[in-house]
C-alpha cells in the first residue's frame, strides 16, 4: 500500500462514518498521512481525528476509536492505534514495501511531477524576489529555473539559464555548474549563501553525497544484470533485526514523501526543500545499503529477497536522479 492509497482508504473510513452517522462533519477532500514523528510508531500516521474533533463536538480519541474500528483489517493495513490525544498510527502489511517501489518503478521520471500550475519563480510573475544579501541575483535565477520546470512539468526538461548579469557565471567558474547550483539552491530564502572556496568531491559535500548514492544504486542495477538477475519489488526484510528495519523505513518514508515534498516546493517556491529531501534520501539508502548488501555474497545464488533489495536501490536512483535533474544538477551513472 503506498500513502496515497493509505490517504484514500482513511478517506473511506470517513465517508463511511459520516454516511452511518457515526460522525455528523463534512468530509475532507483529502487525508493527510505521514511518517510518524518517531521510531516505533507505525509506519504512518494522520491527525485526522484531531481535525475532525471539534465539527464531530466530540473528543478526538472518540473520533479516532470510530475511525479505527473501521480501517481495522482494511486490505494492506496489519494495525491501526491511537496515539496521544488521537493521531491515528498504521502499521502496513508484508506488501507495502513492494507496492511503493512498484509504483516508483512503474512511473520512472514521471514519479514525484507536480501537476503543472504556471508556478513561476522568484522574481518573476506570480513568484515574489524574496533573496537579498550576497549572490541575490543568482538565487533568483538559479530557483527561477527549478521552479518554472515545477510549474511546467516537474521533469526537469533542460533549457538555456540566464547568467544573471554574470553571477551566476563566476559562481560556475568557480565551483562547476553542479556546486553552483546545489549552494545557491540549498539556503531557504532567509538564509545566506556559503560557497565554498572550491569543490571537494568527498562524502563530507552533500551534493557529491547526493550525486555518489545515485551512481551506487545504479551500479547495484548494473552488477545484479552482470550475476544474471533483475531487481523485482518485494519482501527486502528476510534475516533483518530491529536496527536494520528502521533504517529501511527512514529510505521508505523518503521514497514515500518525494511526490508531496516536490509539491510543497513547488506551491510555497521553496527548491531548497527538494535539496534537503534528496539528502535525506541519499543519507538512508547508504545507511541502508551497509544493513541490507543487496547482492548475493561468494556462491550464493540470488534470492527473492536479493531481487527485492535491487528493487528498491533501483527505485532510490529514480527519486535521486529524478530530484537531480529537477535542480538542473547531474545524476551520473559513475564516479
Known amino acids: 500500500m503506498t500513502p496515497a ?4 482508504t482513511v478517506l473511506r473510513s470517513v465517508r463511511g462514518a459520516v454516511e452511518e452517522r457515526e460522525l455528523s462533519v463534512p468530509v475532507p477532500a483529502r487525508i493527510v498521512v505521514q511518517p510518524p514523528p518517531r521510531p516505533g510508531c507505525g509506519d504512518y500516521a494522520s491527525n485526522v481525528a484531531l481535525q475532525l474533533a471539534r465539527q464531530a463536538g466530540r473528543p478526538a480519541r472518540d473520533v479516532a476509536e470510530i475511525l479505527r474500528k473501521r480501517l481495522v483489517g482494511s486490505a494492506g ?6 496515539a496521544g490525544p488521537g493521531f491515528l498510527n498504521f502499521t502496513l502489511g508484508d506488501g507495502a514495501s513492494a507496492g511503493l517501489v512498484g509504483e516508483v518503478l512503474a512511473r520512472g521520471e514521471r514519479y ?3 501537476p503543472a500550475s504556471g508556478v513561476a519563480g522568484p ?5 515574489p524576489a524574496r533573496y537579498a544579501g550576497e549572490w541575490a541575483r543568482a538565487r533568483e535565477v538559479v530557483a527561477g529555473d527549478v521552479l518554472a520546470r515545477l510549474g511546467r512539468d516537474g521533469a526537469g526538461t533542460e533549457r538555456p539559464l540566464d547568467t544573471g548579469d554574470g553571477e551566476v557565471a563566476r559562481l560556475v567558474a568557480r565551483l562547476g555548474a553542479d556546486e553552483a547550483r546545489w549552494v545557491l539552491l540549498k539556503p531557504a530564502a532567509h538564509d545566506p549563501v556559503r560557497a565554498p572556496e572550491r569543490p571537494v568531491q568527498h562524502e563530507d559535500n552533500p551534493r ?3 550525486q555518489y548514492a545515485h551512481a551506487r544504486t545504479r551500479a547495484m542495477v548494473r552488477n545484479a544484470g552482470e550475476l544474471g538477475f533483475t531487481g523485482e519489488p518485494g519482501d527486502v526484510t528476510a534475516d533483518a533485526a530491529d536496527g536494520d528495519v528502521r533504517v529501511l523505513q527512514t529510505l521508505e518514508s523518503a521514497l514515500a514523501t518525494y511526490p508531496t515534498v516536490i509539491a510543497t516546493a513547488a506551491r510555497r ?3 531548497d526543500r527538494v535539496v534537503r529531501h534528496l539528502e535525506t534520501t541519499a543519507d538512508a539508502y547508504l545507511r541502508w545499503q551497509e ?3 543487496p547482492l548475493p555474497v561468494g556462491e550464493q545464488k540470488p534470492l527473492a529477497v536479493h531481487r527485492a533489495r535491487v ?3 533501483e527505485a532510490t536512483g529514480t527519486v535521486l536522479g529524478n530530484g537531480l535533474r529537477l535542480l538542473g544538477i547531474s545524476a551520473p551513472e559513475h564516479v
Do not use: K, N
Open 291 to 293: 544493513e541490507f548488501w
Open 311 to 313: 528493487a528498491l536501490a
Open 123 to 127: 522574481g518573476r510573475a506570480g513568484g
Open 77 to 82: 493495513i496489519a494495525r491501526v492505534e491511537i
Open 269 to 271: 517556491y521553496a527548491p
Open 112 to 114: 514525484g511531477q507536480a
Open 208 to 210: 557529491f553525497r547526493v
Open 5 to 8: 492509497e493509505l490517504s484514500r
